[in-house]
């Protein structure tokens, strides 16, 4: 609640600046769940109800996006970041 929202839109703007606001939604909401799973493939599959494939299919996706990898823990950090400053601005 500290942050002022116009650094918390900086930061959604500058992570997915290259992505629609609908990619932008899923991704995010896809970040938490690889973030609450600790990386799981197989918890994040079944907590949003898709196969496995489609987990490494969205981590692949959200590299090509945004240039940055949820495996990598700095850059999973920056996407949960921008993910809930998304989420909470909703």
């Not at 996006?65 to 601005?89: N, P, Q």
Request: with cysteine; net charge positive.
């Amino acid at each position: 609640d500290e942050i002022p929202v116009v650094y918390k839109n900086q930061c959604i703007n500058q992570i997915f600046k290259k992505c629609s606001r609908k990619e932008i939604e899923d991704f995010s909401d896809f970040i938490v769940a690889y973030y609450n799973n600790n990386g799981s493939i197989n918890k994040i599959a079944d907590q949003l109800f898709i196969h496995k494939n489609t987990v490494q299919y969205k981590i692949n996706k959200i590299i090509n996006k945004t240039g940055l990898d949820l495996r990598i823990y700095k850059d999973m950090i920056e996407l949960l970041l921008a993910s809930t400053f998304r989420r909470d601005s909703q």
